[in-house]
């Protein structure tokens, strides 16, 4: 979203003054969240199943705050035929975002952490996903961070590639060049090199899912995942200003989403989306040590950095220090 | 002056209207002042997605054109100045965005002038509707905004403010969540 430029502000001619406001508000208790990805759907024919967008019914919504709504973004690898939301989610994002401010956070975690799973003992964490779908997955990854999200979205790889040459394709900085020996896309079949990547579908889906040549694994990737949505949103904000764009994103979404949330409530959350200010976005990711438990290598997450971040931006989507 | 941005529809638009000029509804102007010409305001259809039946839009056109006006009017045209006062000049705004816009006043009203001025003369309103449509209803609607007046009293200036309201129907009927309004005064 946009920040509001409090005050005049002396434009080149003379006499000029300019104000500039950008607010988007939430109506009723419904919050204004969602997943770029679902901006941004591509006219294609692609399968409801895709994309699953989840609200997490609440009976206690008293420590959310009216302005800051919470959505976990969940990337799938179910592959073809599989059930993408009793799969083991590969890319997980808990993003916030403050509506009054236009700020936003994402808090990366690592999909390898065990963690506790309410009613299913201690496992990684994607597994919740497989346990019990959308809504135990939020539940879990709400205990882990402290901020129950308010929404679930889940999408396939495949979806993701899709919406990224959809919109045009992103750019970010990379601040470290990597390759992998069995993930080559076409582009950067090299590797990823230093420095600004413009990255059509195929390379930024490369580029998320990447792990094993980084230095730091699964954190360093969970890391790269943020720098991709930071370049969707961006994209998607600079394309907001066409006449018609979040209109046709959000009935393309309409039609491929699994949803029990109503048109007008994605429309109310894709503009949202669209008005976050790029200036105002922080992200981190969650940290922890690396263990074997049951012969299978994990990520044991620091439980204190987690709860700190989560209240840290819990008020206003924006994290101050990692 | 400033103007919104406002750009070329992206290709493909599902379903979407033409960008023809739609029979342009009359709204007269709520000028404070009483010689002003009568100024009303040119309701154009934008790119919006999804099929809405023609025997729809000018119901969806009248209340739209209402809040817009209604905002119009008592934020920035009616009323007696030299005038401090701009409560119920966001009637048409949820709850929070009427809170919001409370705080932008400066922006979303004439508070920043209006106890400097001793009239206001409409030069021109327009709006423009993008339409979501689902199921051949309205669901969600930016009205692309555009108002032009001239002020007259110690701070006498023509003013433009220009940009997006954001509009959902439900039980109060259709409501401003969201704005991003641009004011120029020159």
Same mark, same amino acid.
């Given at each position: #979203? ?15 003054? *300019? ?7 939430? #109506? ?5 969240? %969602? ?19 989840? *609200? ?6 008293? +420590? ?23 799969? *083991? ?5 808990? !993003?916030? #975002? ?32 497989? /346990?019990?779908?959308? &809504? ?20 396939? /790889?495949?979806?993701?590639?899709? #919406? ?13 060049? /990597?390759?992998?020996?069995? !993930? ?5 079949? +090299? ?37 991709? %949505?930071?370049?969707? &949103? ?22 491929? %989403? ?31 040590? !690396? ?10 997450? /620091? ?7 989560? +209240? +840290? ?10 | 002056? @400033? ?21 342009? $509804? @009359? ?25 809405? $039946? ?40 949820? $709850? ?30 327009? =709006? ?9 209803? $309205? ?15 110690? @701070? ?24 991003? =309004? ?5």
């Amino acid at each position: #979203m946009s920040g509001p430029v409090n005050g005049p502000v002396n434009g080149p001619g003379a006499g000029t003054a *300019r104000r500039r406001s950008s607010r988007l508000l939430r #109506m009723a208790t419904v919050g204004a969240v %969602l997943a770029v990805a679902a901006l941004v759907v591509p006219d294609s024919a692609v399968k409801s199943t895709e994309v699953e967008l989840v *609200r997490i019914d609440r009976a206690d919504a008293v +420590d959310i705050s009216p302005d800051v709504v919470w959505i976990l973004a969940v990337g799938s690898d179910a592959r073809q035929g599989e059930e993408m939301t009793h799969t *083991r989610g590969d890319a997980l994002q808990l !993003i916030g #975002m403050n509506t009054r401010t236009g700020a936003a956070t994402a808090i990366g975690i690592p999909r390898d952490s065990w963690v506790p799973i309410p009613g299913h003992g201690s496992d990684k964490i994607n597994a919740a996903l497989y /346990f019990g779908g959308p &809504q135990l997955l939020g539940e879990t990854v709400g205990d882990l961070v402290g901020i129950q999200p308010d929404y679930v979205f889940v999408t396939r /790889f495949r979806y993701f590639e899709s #919406m990224i040459d959809d919109i045009g394709g992103i750019v970010l900085d990379n601040p470290v060049a /990597f390759d992998d020996q069995y !993930i080559k896309p076409k582009r950067y079949h +090299d590797g990823f090199p230093e420095g600004r990547l413009r990255l059509e579908g195929t390379s930024a889906l490369a580029y998320s899912r990447i792990r094993h040549n980084l230095l730091r694994g699964d954190f360093d990737r969970s890391a790269n995942q943020q720098r991709v %949505l930071r370049g969707i &949103q961006a994209k998607v904000h600079n394309r907001a200003a066409n006449p018609g764009f979040i209109e046709r994103g959000v009935l393309t979404a309409i039609q491929h %989403l699994h949803t029990g949330l109503s048109p007008a409530e994605l429309f109310r959350l894709g503009q949202a989306v669209a008005h976050v200010d790029s200036t105002k976005v922080s992200t981190c990711v969650v940290q922890g040590s !690396i263990g074997t438990i049951g012969g299978a290598s994990v990520v044991l997450p /620091f439980v204190d950095q987690a709860r700190r971040l989560g +209240d +840290d931006a819990r008020r206003d989507a924006v994290i101050k220090d990692c | 002056m @400033t103007l919104a941005v406002i750009g070329l529809a992206t290709a493909g638009c599902t379903g979407s209207d033409d960008a023809e000029p739609d029979a342009s $509804p @009359t709204s007269p102007s709520a000028a404070s002042s009483s010689a002003a010409p009568a100024v009303t305001t040119r309701v154009s259809w934008g790119k919006g997605a999804g099929a809405l $039946p023609r025997t729809l839009r000018p119901r969806l056109v009248e209340d739209v054109q209402a809040v817009v006006d209604g905002w119009f009017d008592a934020a920035y045209l009616s009323g007696d100045y030299p005038r401090s006062s701009f409560v119920g000049s966001w009637k048409g705004f949820t $709850p929070g965005a009427q809170a919001q816009a409370r705080r932008d006043g400066d922006l979303m009203s004439n508070r920043d002038i209006g106890a400097d001025i001793t009239g206001v003369t409409p030069v021109s309103r327009a =709006v423009t509707l993008d339409v979501l449509s689902v199921r051949k209803r $309205p669901v969600g609607v930016t009205a692309r905004v555009d108002l032009r007046f001239a002020t007259t009293g110690t @701070t006498a200036q023509r003013v433009h403010v220009a940009g997006q309201l954001y509009l959902t129907n439900g039980k109060q009927g259709w409501q401003v969540f969201g704005y991003d =309004v641009r004011k120029a005064a020159q």
